[in-house]
């Protein structure tokens, strides 16, 4: 469809009595001037549109249904022939309906998004307030967060690693690095590992720019060597490291274990070695790019 | 005849060291030798400005002026090339260069330099246009092909622009009056000796 589709109908048709569907919003060239929901054998049916299908699309059809009673739930999205999408489409319809947006979450954990400390903060005294999720059973895995951030309290993590430690993005680099650290242009760019501190802190521990550091986790007594950088683009409290380095190990350089032929130019410590548990409450995505650390000069 | 010239818009640059990759590959230009590299001023704070930076191919060139072997000459279009046979690689020109323009291999213990290297603006040397020799020691000849300086036309901010100098201040001045601000084109007076009027 030209210039996009609309929402698509995916929660239902009614929620508290009032209509989940578009209302006086359609595409153009639509032959429905209204919000509909997602197309099913059903729908189809009641539009009468089910005779555009061809007779192998329904052979099909009624192979995804198994028995013929369930006919009538196969939807676009399970019909493996796409027979539905077609007739949809040529009635100027989006396949998977025309529906509201929503703000309200009503099936996520918060319908409207709130404040949670994270796992591993700084702020304990935000964790009473604003604590994480419950644990709980996310999709096939547990999300034990609570549990985590609990115990991190407990123990005073905050106070042993009292520095936030985000990861990103350097300009030079493309994701993980390997290809771009086998490339002598560009791994002539950017040759070593470093952290970000802000000159406060890094006065506070004696570490000088470009010296080499020990940074260290909240996790696994997890450890890694990378030279400092001291710059005031990072705040007090915060450090940064890049994510594009890897070949060494807790301070070990592995260059002799890569098979002959393939070490990149360049190695260093990989920042996922300092990072820590944590998981989106809500859907369960990783959160490898932010924790707490603590450095020292090495 | 054109005369050729380099101009770095400070606003626009972004860092990114594309010039200086485009730079390396076109010409197979060593680890350790940059020919063009990009100088971050305020690393970290508010104002921080990036410039990149190679020979600018001065009028009056001081590398010229200072060389023993005069191994320096400037063609028609005005770029500055030097000839690597006369080069005895001394570093006068390293230390008149008010850009570091000037690299040198390192050949063998206690310092010693080899033959200088710097930015040709893709202009090759003395040899002939576009030869194996040619390319083996100063690299790609672009020029001669009619096409402008690599790093410039990589440049994806067209912060960094190569051509002629009159269209080149041209196209700066239109940028600076429409977004009404230009802290300079670095560099420029030094190397052409004449401020750009807006």
């Given at each position: ?22 209302e ?21 049916k ?19 249904a198994?028995?013929?009673d369930?006919?009538d ?36 954990p ?15 005294d ?32 905050a106070k042993?690693?009292?520095?936030i ?32 501190i ?74 996922n070695?300092?990072?820590t ?22 | ?9 400070a ?16 010409h ?27 020979c ?21 279009d ?33 310092g ?39 790093c410039?036309e990589?440049c994806?901010?067209?912060?960094l622009?190569a ?20 802290s ?15």
């Amino acid at each position: 469809m030209d210039g996009g589709n609309g929402f698509r109908a995916r929660f239902g048709v009614e929620r508290n009595g009032q209509t989940l569907l578009a209302e006086r919003s359609y595409l153009p060239g639509s032959e429905i001037k209204d919000g509909y929901p997602e197309f099913t054998i059903g729908v189809l049916k009641k539009l009468g549109w089910d005779k555009d299908l061809t007779a192998e699309e329904l052979a099909v059809i009624e192979k995804v249904a198994g028995t013929p009673d369930k006919v009538d739930t196969v939807s676009w999205s399970t019909d493996l022939s796409g027979g539905i999408q077609r007739v949809a489409l040529k009635h100027g319809c989006s396949p998977y309906g025309n529906g509201k947006a929503r703000t309200v979450a009503w099936n996520l954990p918060d319908p409207i998004p709130v404040h949670r400390e994270p796992i591993y903060t700084p702020r304990v005294d935000l964790v009473t307030k604003y604590p994480t999720l419950p644990d709980a059973k996310q999709f096939r895995l547990p999300n034990i967060g609570f549990t985590v951030q609990k115990t991190a309290v407990e123990r005073g993590i905050a106070k042993a690693f009292p520095l936030i430690v985000s990861s990103g993005r350097l300009v030079e680099y493309e994701g993980g690095g390997e290809e771009t650290r086998s490339n002598v242009w560009l791994a002539e760019l950017q040759q070593d590992m470093f952290i970000e501190i802000n000159p406060a802190d890094a006065a506070e521990r004696g570490i000088k720019d470009g010296s080499l550091v020990w940074v260290t986790g909240a996790e696994n007594s997890a450890k890694a060597k990378v030279k400092a950088l001291v710059t005031e683009r990072v705040g007090k409290g915060v450090t940064w490291m890049p994510f594009h380095f890897g070949g060494w190990f807790g301070g070990v350089d592995l260059r002799d274990k890569y098979p002959k032929g393939t070490d990149p130019v360049v190695l260093g410590e990989s920042a996922n070695t300092i990072m820590t548990y944590g998981y989106d409450p809500a859907t369960g995505m990783q959160e490898p790019k932010v924790s707490l650390c603590q450095v020292r000069a090495a | 005849m054109a005369r050729m010239k380099f101009l770095c818009d400070a606003d626009r640059c972004i860092e990114c060291n594309a010039c200086v990759t485009a730079c390396k590959n076109e010409h197979e230009v060593p680890w350790g030798i940059n020919r063009r590299r990009v100088v971050t001023i305020n690393d970290g704070k508010p104002g921080e400005r990036s410039i990149s930076m190679a020979c600018m191919h001065c009028t009056d060139a001081p590398c010229q002026a200072v060389c023993p072997v005069n191994c320096f000459y400037t063609t028609a279009d005005g770029v500055v090339l030097h000839s690597k046979d006369l080069c005895i690689g001394c570093g006068y020109c390293f230390y008149a260069c008010p850009f570091g323009a000037p690299q040198y291999p390192r050949v063998g213990n206690f310092g010693s330099r080899g033959k200088m290297d710097k930015c040709t603006y893709c202009a090759g040397g003395p040899e002939a246009d576009g030869s194996k020799a040619e390319y083996a020691k100063y690299g790609a000849n672009r020029l001669a092909e009619g096409k402008l300086p690599l790093c410039a036309e990589m440049c994806s901010t067209k912060s960094l622009l190569a051509g002629d100098g009159d269209v080149v201040v041209q196209i700066y001045k239109e940028r600076v009056a429409k977004r009404g601000y230009g802290s300079g084109a670095w560099g420029w007076k030094t190397a052409y000796g004449e401020a750009i009027e807006s």
